[in-house]
């Protein structure tokens, strides 16, 4: 799939938390996760959003899986990157080590 | 732990905001995090914000379908162009076949057009968003046959709104009408059908590699089957009961005296609305079966109007034009088929005086131009402004526009010219010898009793002359329309007339005292199409309504409103007068023929 725009932010860090719990997680702990490493509160309804433009992309891919009663009977979805995914993770990453790296020297310091 | 009420109120709202696949996911996780601890407070911040997410979504794609709608409609005045512009010679043959035939050229015009553009306009929208590729067949047929639909029922609704007899068809016809009511009428049904058909057929969620599951995507598709016949029901629902508030409010036909009836009312209520100060006069077998009068002549002095004041005619004079030349024609004076030149030798432009015929200049199809302005919207050009009143003589008018060159090839269309009638005058004048307004003053108004009709100059004063009101160059409110009038009535208009002395000329006229037989009938007969609807003769027009035939002349310019007609093979003269903007006259003109057309012989 050649819809090569970049990765959001949002985005990107979704895909790095799904991998990071074992890529194959849901909606509870990968929000847990993300909120957990940026310091602040994340919300449920724009992690859905970017999931599925993600999956929209082909870069996620989801199954369902069991329903629990904490849950009213609804199940969960779990996602889990895809191969694409990966590679578009891999990309993103060469580009920006690549800038990151070239940085001159700033004033305030950044590198 | 059972979630309180309004806790399972915003989970429900949230599952129904999503489609089947999805449904759960969200709400299952924030009640997951409620029940595992979180605080009441963070569960509602975010239902807040899920909700907020979910509608800007919404938006963003509606909007985006919106702006296309509303930008694509915008564009349909150049598709019509495109479409119509070859067409409208080619099927005006049509406009004379009796009705029901002749509704083919409202929908080839009209409603094929539209259509055509609703269909490009979703193909447009699908290559540009590039979302076919996830579009059924049958989805695709089923969103443009629902917003074809829709506008053929709006379209249809418009047409009967407009042949109600408090709207004219003609109204379509003029230049300011695709303005203003082109928003209402032509856009907003477009834009509206190709939205629904963008949302009905775009798909609301891109789908990648799988398909809606057999149950959901029968279900939705019958949930839409449904609004799609709501959506028509509601369109014609409209259009039914604007017709039943018509059969209400009115009769459109019966007998003489139920038409006397109507025609009080309608007038007295026009006349004190504002919209109608003027004469109606109607005969039957040549005898006066309704004549009244109303408003005031001047609004200052308050003079009532009568059947004998004085009404500028518009481009009635064209009908008199017409008359003289063809009685010239039967004395030997003028041949038809003879071009301009021979009567005008030294015409400034030698190509058009070559090439026009008498004949082309009566009927319009000479493409000598217009005096007022051709630009659209433009109700007089500068030319026109800055020399009223230095336009004196004919040849005045001449020496202004004499060097123009011919709009098209002569013969080949219809273009109203007012300035082709100011040459015929001309031609009057050389082939009788005599100045035109003499002419016309001992060969046409005098044998017949019209004692009270001529074209005087602006600072002469005429008794029982009446003034007229316009409000068209935009003013707030209306005003006399004394400094927008010609130096003098021309052979192309703007004479002076009364009630009583049309229904004379239109009497001697019909009963052969003016024209032999032959001459009559030959200016009564259509000869060339007008591109609207009917046919032009030599100086009278000739429609065809309810199966009876109508010919007459209307007149409008600022101020003024006037139309003659002789129907049903001229047992009934009609004359209505008004010195207020158009189309007040000829929309009773119409409620009139139309009545009178419909009646049993």
């Keep these: ?25 849901y909606g509870v702990p990968l929000a847990r996760e993300i909120s957990a490493v940026r310091g602040r509160d994340v919300s449920l309804g724009s992690v859905y959003a970017a999931l599925d433009r993600l999956e929209i992309k082909g870069l996620v891919k989801s199954i369902v899986g069991e329903s629990t009663p904490e849950r009213g009977g609804r199940a969960k979805r779990y996602f889990s990157v895809t191969a694409t995914g990966v590679r578009a993770l891999h990309e993103t990453r060469q580009v920006l080590t690549g800038l990151w790296k070239s940085l001159p020297p700033i004033k305030g310091g950044l590198a | ?21 999805k449904r759960g996911d969200l709400s299952g996780d924030l009640l997951e995090e409620l029940e595992g601890g979180r605080p009441a407070n963070w569960f509602w911040h975010q239902v807040a914000v899920a909700i907020l997410i979910h509608l800007f979504k919404k938006a963003k794609h509606c909007a985006a379908l919106v702006a296309f709608a509303m930008a694509w409609s915008a564009l349909f005045p ?74 053929l029922a709006s379209s249809l609704t418009v047409l009967r709104q407009l042949s109600h007899p408090q709207m004219v068809i003609a109204d379509v016809t003029r230049t300011d009408f695709f303005l203003i009511d082109h928003f209402y009428f032509i856009s907003v049904p477009i834009a509206f059908s190709l939205c629904v058909t963008l949302w009905l057929g775009g798909a609301n969620r891109p789908n990648i590699g799988h398909r809606h599951s057999g149950k959901s995507s029968r279900c939705r598709m019958s949930i839409v089957k449904t609004a799609q016949m709501l959506a028509v029901a509601f369109v014609l629902c409209s259009n039914a009961s604007t017709q039943s508030t018509a059969t209400a409010t009115g009769l459109t036909h019966g007998t003489d005296e139920e038409l006397i009836q109507a025609l009080r009312t309608k007038l007295a209520e026009e006349t004190a609305a504002g919209k109608f100060s003027g004469v109606v006069f109607i005969a039957k077998d040549g005898v006066p079966l309704f004549k009244q009068a109303y408003g005031f002549a001047d609004r200052e002095r308050k003079p009532p109007n009568t059947a004998q004041t004085c009404f500028r005619l518009g481009s009635i004079n064209k009908v008199f034009t017409a008359v003289a030349t063809l009685q010239l024609a039967e004395a030997g ?75 098209f090839v002569p013969g080949s269309r219809f273009e109203y010219s007012n300035y082709g009638y100011i040459l015929l005058g001309k031609v009057i004048e050389k082939a009788s010898g005599e100045n035109y307004y003499d002419y016309m003053r001992k060969h046409v108004y005098r044998p017949i009793g019209m004692q009270s009709t001529g074209e005087f100059p602006v600072e002469e004063k005429v008794a029982n002359l ?87 002349h209307a007149g409008g310019y600022p101020g003024m409103n006037a139309d003659i007609e002789l129907c049903n093979n001229s047992k009934y003269i009609l004359v209505v007068l008004a010195n207020v903007d158009p189309p007040v006259a000829q929309r009773i003109g119409f409620f009139i023929a139309n009545w009178i057309t419909q009646s049993k012989p």
């Design chain 2, 78 to 151: 150049i598709w019509r162009a495109i479409c119509v512009g070859g067409l409208t010679y080619s099927l005006d043959r049509f406009g004379a076949v009796a009705w029901p035939w002749s509704s083919i050229l409202p929908l080839c015009y009209g409603v094929c057009p539209a259509v055509l553009f609703v269909w490009l306009g979703f193909v447009m929208h699908a290559v540009l968003s590039r979302q076919t590729n996830t579009l059924a067949v049958y989805e695709q047929c089923f969103a443009l046959s629902t917003g074809a639909a829709i506008i």
């Design chain 2, 466 to 552: 009446s003034i007229g009101y316009t409000s068209m160059d935009g003013s707030k409110a209306s005003h006399p329309n004394t400094d927008l009038l010609p130096y003098r009535g021309l052979p192309a208009g703007m004479g002076y007339s009364t009630a009583e002395d049309l229904f004379a000329f239109a009497k001697a006229f019909q009963q052969n005292k003016l024209l032999d037989p032959k001459y009559t009938s030959l200016m009564m007969t259509g000869s060339s199409m007008m591109p609207r609807d009917g046919s032009y003769g030599y100086g009278l027009m000739v429609h065809l309504l309810n199966g009876n035939t109508c010919v007459g």
């Design chain 2, 333 to 407: 004076k003028i041949k038809l088929d003879d071009p301009l030149v021979k009567y005008l030798p030294d015409y400034p432009n030698q190509d058009l005086a070559q090439k026009v015929t008498i004949r082309e200049l009566l009927n319009h199809t000479g493409g000598t131009g217009d005096i007022f302005g051709t630009a659209p919207n433009q109700l007089f050009s500068e030319e026109y402004r800055t020399h009223r009143l230095q336009l004196t003589t004919l040849d005045d008018y001449i020496h202004l526009y004499g060097d123009r060159s011919l709009r």
């Design chain 1, 1 to 25: 799939m050649n819809d090569q725009r970049f990765l959001g932010e949002l985005e990107l860090m979704i895909l790095l938390a799904i991998i990071r719990l074992d890529n194959a997680t």
């Design chain 2, 1 to 21: 732990m059972r979630p309180t009420r309004s806790v399972r109120l915003a989970l429900w709202l949230l599952d129904r905001m999503e489609s089947v696949e």
